[in-house]
């Protein structure tokens, strides 16, 4: 009797459990484990993008802040690729130069490009902080659901085992449940960091966009207060 009740022990390990399920069921808790995996990447690369994001938006208002030309800081960031705020004013003083050397007139017509052409680039970093972050949100609203769905077929499974078998015994009954219930711990398992995961990224991917939007507003100030006074000097030359 000893020895059947260790042989019992050892067939409810997890990996025991595993070998043990059906088909449909390993697929299942493969496919939950792909997707764990896949979130934790995410986490990953998200921590390291975003710490890296906030290091470049402290490092470029230091330098817009600290006094040095517009023109001279263009030329230090038109040469090389840019992101974050750096984007933004490229983006801007690109289209304030090209309306200057074609000759803008109006004041109003160039601020509306200059405020689209940074509106565009403010899009395209924002969806770039957001990128995979719906893969969280998939993740963590449907792993629990994959997961009962593998528990369903495993304890279906498990009650044609015991319907076959004709016995009702506990020895038999628990591991086809405990194999099925398996699919259901490892969906929570994948679900739970990825739904922490997106509200926490989506939160520091607003609030960097809220510093984007904030400094192109400032630098939309700026540029219009320029703009005036460039044209009244046009003006008054002519």
């Given amino acids: 009797m000893e020895q059947v009740g260790l042989a019992a022990t050892s067939d409810v390990t ?12 390993k697929l299942v808790m493969l496919g939950l484990i792909g997707a764990s995996i896949w979130t934790w990447a ?10 890296r994001v906030r290091r470049q938006l402290d490092k470029f208002e230091q330098v817009f802040w600290s006094g040095q030309s517009l023109e001279e800081l263009y030329r230090s960031l ?3 690729k840019s992101s974050g705020m750096g984007a933004i004013f490229v983006a801007a003083m690109r289209e304030w130069k090209k309306s200057f050397e074609r000759g803008a007139k109006s004041p109003i017509g160039l601020q509306m490009r200059i405020d689209k052409a940074m509106d565009v680039t403010l899009a395209r970093e924002s969806d770039a902080l957001e990128a995979r972050l719906g893969s969280l949100a998939t993740i963590g609203s449907a792993a629990p659901f994959i997961g009962l769905f593998g528990t369903v077929v495993g304890i279906m499974t498990s009650f044609q085992a015991i319907a076959g078998s004709k016995s009702t015994n506990l020895a038999v009954v628990a591991p ?3 194999e099925a219930l398996l699919a259901t711990a490892i969906g929570l398992l994948a679900a739970i960091p990825a739904v922490i995961a997106y509200n926490k990224f989506s939160a520091d991917a607003g609030k ?4 984007l939007e904030g400094f192109a507003d400032e630098f939309s100030g700026i540029l219009s207060r320029q703009i005036d006074e460039r044209l009244q000097s046009r003006q008054a030359a002519e």
Avoid: E, H
């Fill in 14 to 25: 997890l990996w025991s459990l595993f070998m043990q399920a059906g088909f449909v069921v």
């Fill in 42 to 51: 995410i986490v990953v690369d998200k921590v390291v993008t975003y710490n």
């Fill in 78 to 80: 038109s040469d090389r």
């Fill in 176 to 178: 086809g449940i405990a």
């Fill in 208 to 211: 960097i966009s809220a510093r």
